[in-house]
């Protein structure tokens, strides 16, 4: 069975990074996680990134690079990840249904709040690379 293709985005704003906090019910309910979302047929990592951010959230981003690459495995699933370093504007969300909460987080204190396993390697590699 192939994995499925996430595309994940380190959003920038003013030197901060967003986190979303997933809905109760959810897998893996209020960890906090770097936005993004499935690759659907026929769009490219970067545009699947940019989709979901407007579907989510309402926030228009521009996607720079890819940062890294990375497989992980839950009881739900497994996937590949594909995070992007990304930058927005505006930061104002106006769109909120799609998560608990959400936090724009100094890079330093991104390790304080639960992430979800899968974002934790990346966001340590993240800091790493400051």
Same mark, same amino acid.
């Given at each position: 069975?192939?994995?499925?293709?996430?595309?994940?985005?380190?959003?920038?704003?003013?030197?901060?990074?967003?986190?979303?906090?997933?809905?109760?019910?959810?897998?893996?309910?209020?960890?906090?996680?770097?936005? @993004?979302?499935?690759?659907?047929?026929?769009?490219?990592?970067?545009?699947?990134?940019?989709?979901?951010?407007?579907?989510?959230?309402?926030?228009?981003?521009?996607?720079?690079?890819?940062?890294?690459?990375?497989?992980? @495995?839950?009881?739900?699933?497994?996937?590949?990840?594909?995070?992007?370093?990304?930058?927005?504007?505006?930061?104002?969300?106006?769109?909120?249904?799609?998560?608990?909460?959400?936090?724009?987080?100094?890079?330093?204190?991104?390790?304080?709040?639960?992430?979800?396993?899968?974002?934790?390697?990346?966001?340590?590699?993240?800091?790493?690379?400051?």
């Amino acid at each position: 069975m192939e994995q499925k293709q996430i595309a994940a985005g380190i959003i920038i704003h003013n030197g901060k990074i967003l986190l979303a906090q997933r809905k109760k019910g959810k897998d893996l309910e209020f960890k906090w996680e770097l936005p @993004g979302g499935k690759l659907e047929k026929g769009e490219t990592l970067p545009e699947c990134l940019c989709r979901e951010l407007i579907e989510e959230l309402n926030l228009k981003i521009t996607v720079k690079e890819l940062f890294m690459k990375s497989e992980h @495995g839950y009881a739900f699933g497994s996937f590949v990840l594909n995070t992007f370093i990304a930058e927005c504007e505006n930061p104002l969300i106006t769109k909120t249904d799609a998560h608990e909460q959400y936090a724009w987080v100094e890079p330093m204190h991104l390790l304080d709040y639960d992430l979800a396993p899968a974002d934790i390697p990346i966001v340590q590699a993240y800091i790493k690379s400051l």
